[in-house]
């Protein structure tokens, strides 16, 4: 494993210090940090200071049972979440993917079965985090628009746009090269319908082409068309 690559996370809830030890052991021989709490109530106080790729869960514990806890859990994480209990009843497998669970394994297990669904489960994780990524970032030349942090880079310079601007950036970019009336524009960003409002919208335009510095750069471009439009395009001959 490469020394900059940042291992698996995995969050283990088992009350059983004996199955807990031997799954810890193996984790780590694959490559896997684990943290550990035996029972719900350390499970909800360490999962506060955790971020975990993938969680194990015990049904049967102490203070509580498992399902409540993948309930709560998957409330605040997309990380897989993989039963590992004694319980066998076909109810309680049911329920365990009905409040967010992913797989669900029973006691006595096989370790290379649990070890390859470990795996897979967190290739998946991988690869919807990735889909995520690639819809969450947009590139046309210099410029980055970088969707869940509301920023356009151009030129690896942070454009320092306002949330408005970065709205109308956002909107031109999706309908690249078609011609966006003044009134569209304010309808799409403001939400309500434009009356005497374009001047508000050819400020902002004019401002998010000033912070971009699209009067120096060719291969972008935001054309204003009094009485049709704004439009983004780059220039298909660069």
């Not at 514990?61 to 997309?78: H, I, M, Q, V």
């Not at 009356?195 to 750069?217: F, P, W």
Request: hydrophobic fraction near 40%; aromatic fraction near 6%.
């Amino acid at each position: 494993m490469e020394m900059n690559m940042k291992r698996p996370l995995i969050f283990m809830v088992e009350d059983d210090k004996d199955v807990a030890d031997v799954n810890q052991r193996m984790l780590a021989r694959r490559g896997y940090d684990t943290v550990i709490a035996s029972n719900a109530s350390d499970a909800r106080a360490q999962f506060k200071t955790c971020e975990p790729d993938l969680i194990i869960l015990d049904v049967m514990l102490p203070d509580g049972d498992g399902l409540g806890l993948c309930s709560e859990f998957r409330a605040k994480t997309d990380a897989p979440i993989l039963f590992l209990t004694g319980r066998n009843d076909p109810s309680d497998m049911v329920l365990g993917i009905d409040t967010g669970g992913d797989t669900y394994m029973t006691k006595p297990y096989n370790y290379d079965e649990f070890l390859a669904n470990v795996k897979a489960l967190l290739r998946r994780a991988k690869k919807e985090r990735e889909k995520v990524a690639e819809r969450s970032v947009l590139t046309r030349g210099p410029l980055t628009v970088e969707i869940l942090k509301s920023r356009a880079l151009i030129n690896g310079r942070n454009a320092q746009l306002t949330q408005k601007e970065f709205v109308i950036l956002l909107t031109l970019i999706e309908n690249e090269g078609r011609e966006l009336s003044g009134e569209q524009l304010y309808e799409i960003v403001w939400g309500q319908s434009a009356t005497n409002e374009l001047t508000t919208v050819r400020m902002h335009v004019s401002r998010l082409r000033a912070k971009l510095g699209l009067d120096d750069i060719d291969e972008i471009s935001i054309s204003a068309k009094y009485g049709i439009g704004y439009c983004f395009s780059m220039d298909s001959e660069l």
